[in-house]
């Protein structure tokens, strides 16, 4: 491993600690997601995936991700600075006029680590697609990652996509949906219920994993299992398991902080939960 366990979970933490703190500054914000996805976020960025903070749009001879959930910004933003990408100082200007972080990324900002823009949801595996399959018309050996929400799986695109890769066996993909049960407007049992996700997932003929999304370990362990299956004919899906809001004692669980800022009085509560293990920014 290029980091233990135990780095991981400090680097999580600190990115936990950006993102209320982001929220905050602004006013504005989606917390709840990036805090339950953070420790995806950081074993992707700082173990699992080949990359190159340099950035070059093309991303020839590496991994690649991409974030179809775009509303998570934060959760990413954090990850890209602490990965090298951009100065974390930069994370101050979250969602303020003419920041290149804007609260959904997008790409004419040319804020590096951004290779679409994404927040209308559902179209992030399509793009992941085409990504792959351009990585092998071209040889190159690198994987292409996804991130999703399960409310997202709502949208007609995502099934399409989930048919398509497998007709054509685009087995360098790995795609994980964030299962948190929640979207904007409560459980997404009560808004649309999703009915049984791994077995939709093996019927249209994926590799289905199911991993515990905030256990750092079981996260490491599962994304370098997905890693070890690809170039096997089918795309891969991991289900991943999270709470919404993960970290943040108040915010678990509920739908709630889905798209809510703390107050001065709740950033102080949500900050005396997560240790500073990197500098705040």
């Known amino acids: 491993m290029k980091s233990t366990i135990q780095d991981l979970e400090k680097t999580a933490s600190q990115i936990r600690r950006d993102i209320v703190r982001m929220v905050h500054a602004c006013q504005s914000g989606h917390p709840g997601g990036s805090l339950g996805c953070t420790d995806f976020f950081t074993a992707l960025y700082f173990e699992v995936m080949n990359h190159d903070p340099k950035f070059n749009m093309d991303g020839i001879g590496e991994d690649l991700f991409f974030l179809s959930n775009g509303h998570i910004s934060p959760v990413f933003y954090s990850t890209l600075a602490h990965a090298g990408y951009f100065d974390k100082a930069e994370l101050a200007t979250f969602r303020k006029l003419n920041t290149r972080l804007q609260g959904h990324p997008t ?15 559902g179209q992030g595996l399509s793009v992941a697609i085409g990504a792959a399959l351009a990585k092998k018309l071209n040889g190159d050996k690198s994987l292409v990652f996804t991130l999703h929400g399960d409310g997202e799986l709502q949208e007609g695109q995502i099934w399409e996509a989930a048919m398509f890769a497998p007709h054509n066996k685009v087995d360098n993909l790995i795609s994980t949906v964030d299962f948190n049960r929640q979207q904007i407007d409560g459980p997404t049992e009560k808004v649309l219920s999703l009915g049984d996700l ?7 003929g994926w590799d289905v994993l199911e991993m515990k999304g905030n256990d750092m370990a079981d996260v490491v362990k599962t994304l370098e299992l997905a890693k070890s299956r690809t170039g096997q004919g089918k795309p891969i899906m991991i289900l991943m398991h999270t709470e919404m809001g ?3 004692d108040f915010m678990v669980g509920t739908h709630k902080w889905h798209g809510a800022a703390p107050n001065d009085e709740q950033l102080k509560s949500a900050l005396s939960q997560l240790e500073e293990t990197l500098g705040d920014y």
């Open 107 to 121: 790409t004419h900002e040319h804020l590096p680590g951004i290779r679409i823009a994404s927040g209308s949801l």
């Open 198 to 204: 791994h077995a939709k997932w093996v019927a249209f």
């Open 246 to 248: 993960y970290g943040v």
